[in-house]
């Protein structure tokens, strides 16, 4: 599974972006899919998750202000990020998984990773 992420920018704090992650296989509609985010001199952390049926969870510190979906018609999953804060700022990376679940979601647990995208707010 080959991923490709995108839509990631400059935006001033309380913007919005949208991040788009495209899927090359037609095995995207059973992957469990997850975004996470690492930011300089940071470890890659959990950022939200959905899995093959739609099930959501995400991070506590976005919780209210993103939101995952997924278009498996598309194959595609996206990452709306509402009242962005500096402290967001980070590379995001979207990622895939067969196994496992999405309430326990590690960057370990992951099988396939797409290219970060740099998302900077400032303040």
């Known amino acids: 599974v080959q991923l490709q992420a995108s839509g990631g920018g400059l935006v001033q704090a309380g913007g919005s972006l949208r991040l788009s992650c495209a899927a090359s296989e037609r095995t995207f509609s059973s992957a469990n899919m997850g975004w996470f985010r690492q930011a300089p001199g940071k470890e890659r952390e959990f950022v939200a998750a959905?899995?093959?049926?739609?099930?959501?969870y995400y991070a506590d510190s976005v919780k209210g202000r993103f939101t995952i979906s997924r278009d498996s018609a598309k194959k595609t999953v996206y990452l709306q990020m509402n009242s962005l804060k500096p402290e967001d700022t980070a590379v995001y990376y979207c990622?895939?998984?067969?196994?496992?679940?999405?309430?326990?979601?590690?960057?370990?647990?992951?099988?396939?990773w797409g290219k970060g995208t740099q998302v900077t707010v400032s303040s």
């Open positions: 959905v899995s093959w049926s739609a099930l959501r």
């Open positions: 990622a895939a998984t067969f196994r496992g679940s999405v309430a326990t979601m590690t960057p370990l647990g992951m099988d396939y």
